[in-house]
């Protein structure tokens, strides 16, 4: 039996020095949904303390009232001791409390000092003062961040370490984390986590929000979990495991994005040849040429902004200026629109599903029929069939495990791991032979993740072909039959999952190593 402390005001344990943070009896409705309920957490100074839990659970809705975006409906909140009212992040940030955003919120032409200074110009102006604090924080807190370079001259974990040195420079004592890791490589994780560590040291107190519960239970003093908006344990992370955990968050075990044995056939379905993708200082893509086979998954490895994006989307005919062959089960695409590569057979998970995969102020049923709006039995006499429409929502809703009152929800209501749900399960009925899935995982919970991975597993067995864009590196390694690796628009290397690790896989993603 692993360690656990059920959350509530008499399971917190008593200390005469006040917490950073105490949450006591948090409470939040919104129509129709109870985002948070009699919410109880003891923040330690001098602790990384892990919130986890499915989406949809409660955890964003609790940072933004800790962080001054809503208020509570019910509840109290304490800071070093102090009973506060938290009317704005201005509020937060006087009391000490910043956040990082899992999305950065920086300007890529300013310098790191223009953007740190950005909108807090009266602590220390706008020059050598400001400089020599931000020196002072950086050096103190061992982010290794340099004043004067411009944001778009920065990897994804640089700019991060400028995003933790913004709300240090306004004087946080707390540090709210949304997902930190969710687009960095595995040697940027332990750069991170050192940061984290020394920030530590120093008597400050991090908040972290993580899906990724290994990474949890290796940095975290403290994890609580939140499960249908209420606190129901805190659990010391040197006696738990992820199992115990995945239990705590969905009542089941955790799982694995292991493959079975191999369904690739000799048949090639993709088949791409010197694509090309012009940029304004260099090309976007280079010299691109794979094949994917049925019942294969080829995927993707990268850091972000190197191409991933720009290929998916010129292998979907998103992009008129990219040069070079696309082929799909022998029908060249090269000269065709979106709309008819999707008819030829292709399904389409997104990267973001909001801007590119739902009608967020539209119900299921109307989201259903996105992308299929030419095909029977979806359509009659060129108008939408409505009936057919929410009687095969209906279908994916009970066939994909989307939790949702009915069809005639809206998507917006409906949370991440449930939307991304509803994506996959449109796009594989839809008869494809090739599926594109990109990031179909990010920001969904253990439960969500095991349906999507079951899905794709699903399809390979059909004898689909898969493209597979994941920044999770045990995604990849669990999932695809062939890893390649894109660098600056360039494959550099190809990759055996059976033979390659998350570390061999990240020194080639940032250009330290080549194929295994």
């Given at each position: 039996?692993?360690?656990?402390?059920?959350?509530?005001?008499?399971?917190?344990?008593?200390?005469?020095?006040a917490p950073a943070v105490r949450l006591?009896?948090?409470?939040?409705?919104?129509?129709?949904?109870?985002?948070?309920?009699?919410?109880?957490?003891?923040?330690?100074?001098?602790?990384?303390?892990?919130?986890?839990?499915?989406?949809?659970?409660?955890?964003?809705?609790?940072?933004?009232?800790?962080?001054?975006?809503?208020?509570?409906?019910?509840?109290?909140?304490?800071?070093?001791?102090?009973?506060?009212?938290?009317?704005?992040?201005?509020?937060?940030?006087?009391?000490?409390?910043?956040?990082?955003?899992?999305?950065?919120?920086?300007?890529?032409?300013?310098?790191?000092?223009?953007?740190?200074?950005?909108?807090?110009?009266?602590?220390?102006?706008?020059?050598?003062?400001?400089?020599?604090?931000?020196?002072?924080?950086?050096?103190?807190?061992?982010?290794?961040?340099?004043?004067?370079?411009?944001?778009?001259?920065?990897?994804?974990?640089?700019?991060?370490?400028?995003?933790?040195?913004?709300?240090l420079y306004r004087g946080a004592k707390?540090?709210?984390?949304?997902?930190?890791?969710?687009?960095?490589?595995?040697?940027?994780?332990?750069?991170?986590?050192?940061?984290?560590?020394?920030?530590?040291?120093?008597?400050?107190?991090?908040?972290?929000?993580?899906?990724?519960?290994?990474?949890?239970?290796?940095?975290?003093?403290?994890?609580?979990?939140?499960?249908?908006?209420?606190?129901?344990?805190?659990?010391?992370?040197?006696?738990?495991?992820?199992?115990?955990?995945?239990?705590?968050?969905?009542?089941?075990?955790?799982?694995?994005?292991?493959?079975?044995?191999?369904?690739?056939?000799?048949?090639?379905?993709?088949?791409?040849?010197?694509?090309?993708?012009?940029?304004?200082?260099?090309?976007?893509?280079?010299?691109?040429?794979?094949?994917?086979?049925?019942?294969?998954?080829?995927?993707?490895?990268?850091?972000?902004?190197?191409?991933?994006?720009?290929?998916?989307?010129?292998?979907?005919?998103?992009?008129?200026?990219?040069?070079?062959?696309?082929?799909?089960?022998?029908?060249?695409?090269?000269?065709?629109?979106?709309?008819?590569?999707?008819?030829?057979?292709?399904?389409?998970?997104?990267?973001?599903?909001?801007?590119?995969?739902?009608?967020?102020?539209?119900?299921?049923?109307?989201?259903?029929?996105?992308?299929?709006?030419?095909?029977?039995?979806?359509?009659?006499?060129?108008?939408?069939?409505?009936?057919?429409?929410?009687?095969?929502?209906?279908?994916?809703?009970?066939?994909?495990?989307?939790?949702?009152?009915?069809?005639?929800?809206?998507?917006?209501?409906?949370?991440?791991?449930?939307?991304?749900?509803?994506?996959?399960?449109?796009?594989?009925?839809?008869?494809?032979?090739?599926?594109?899935?990109?990031?179909?995982?990010?920001?969904?919970?253990?439960?969500?993740?095991?349906?999507?991975?079951?899905?794709?597993?699903?399809?390979?067995?059909?004898?689909?072909?898969?493209?597979?864009?994941?920044?999770?590196?045990?995604?990849?390694?669990?999932?695809?039959?062939?890893?390649?690796?894109?660098?600056?628009?360039?494959?550099?290397?190809?990759?055996?999952?059976?033979?390659?690790?998350?570390?061999?896989?990240?020194?080639?993603?940032?250009?330290?190593?080549?194929?295994?």
């Amino acid at each position: 039996m692993f360690p656990v402390r059920f959350s509530g005001p008499e399971g917190v344990l008593v200390s005469d020095v006040a917490p950073a943070v105490r949450l006591r009896g948090i409470g939040k409705r919104f129509p129709g949904v109870i985002a948070n309920d009699d919410i109880n957490i003891d923040v330690a100074r001098g602790t990384i303390h892990a919130i986890v839990g499915e989406n949809g659970a409660g955890k964003s809705t609790l940072m933004k009232i800790l962080y001054g975006v809503q208020a509570p409906d019910s509840g109290t909140i304490e800071i070093a001791g102090t009973q506060v009212s938290l009317g704005s992040p201005a509020d937060a940030i006087k009391h000490g409390v910043g956040m990082v955003f899992q999305h950065f919120q920086l300007a890529d032409n300013f310098t790191v000092l223009e953007n740190v200074v950005l909108g807090a110009e009266k602590l220390h102006g706008i020059g050598s003062a400001a400089r020599e604090e931000i020196v002072r924080i950086s050096d103190a807190y061992g982010l290794g961040v340099e004043p004067d370079q411009l944001v778009e001259e920065l990897g994804v974990g640089a700019r991060q370490r400028v995003e933790i040195l913004k709300v240090l420079y306004r004087g946080a004592k707390v540090i709210i984390l949304d997902e930190p890791t969710a687009v960095l490589v595995p040697q940027e994780v332990d750069e991170l986590f050192g940061n984290l560590r020394e920030l530590k040291a120093e008597g400050l107190s991090v908040i972290f929000i993580s899906h990724k519960l290994d990474e949890v239970l290796s940095i975290a003093d403290e994890i609580t979990v939140i499960r249908r908006g209420t606190t129901v344990a805190t659990v010391d992370p040197a006696g738990t495991t992820s199992r115990e955990l995945a239990e705590l968050m969905v009542g089941s075990e955790l799982p694995s994005p292991s493959t079975e044995a191999s369904t690739v056939t000799e048949r090639v379905t993709l088949h791409v040849a010197d694509l090309g993708l012009p940029g304004e200082n260099r090309p976007l893509l280079e010299g691109v040429s794979f094949d994917i086979h049925a019942g294969e998954v080829l995927g993707i490895a990268g850091v972000e902004g190197n191409g991933q994006a720009e290929l998916v989307e010129a292998i979907m005919g998103m992009r008129p200026g990219a040069t070079g062959t696309v082929r799909l089960a022998g029908q060249d695409l090269t000269e065709l629109s979106t709309r008819k590569r999707r008819e030829a057979g292709i399904g389409y998970v997104p990267e973001d599903r909001h801007r590119h995969g739902l009608l967020l102020d539209a119900p299921l049923w109307e989201n259903r029929v996105l992308g299929h709006q030419t095909r029977k039995p979806w359509v009659r006499r060129g108008l939408i069939d409505r009936g057919a429409s929410r009687t095969d929502t209906q279908r994916i809703v009970e066939d994909y495990d989307v939790r949702t009152p009915g069809v005639d929800t809206l998507a917006r209501a409906l949370s991440g791991g449930n939307q991304q749900k509803l994506i996959v399960g449109r796009e594989m009925s839809g008869d494809p032979i090739l599926l594109i899935a990109a990031h179909p995982t990010r920001g969904v919970d253990v439960g969500a993740q095991a349906a999507i991975w079951g899905h794709i597993k699903e399809a390979r067995r059909q004898g689909l072909a898969v493209l597979l864009i994941s920044a999770d590196l045990d995604e990849l390694i669990g999932l695809s039959d062939r890893i390649e690796v894109i660098l600056r628009g360039r494959l550099v290397g190809s990759f055996d999952p059976g033979q390659v690790t998350p570390e061999q896989l990240g020194s080639a993603m940032t250009g330290a190593g080549g194929a295994a």
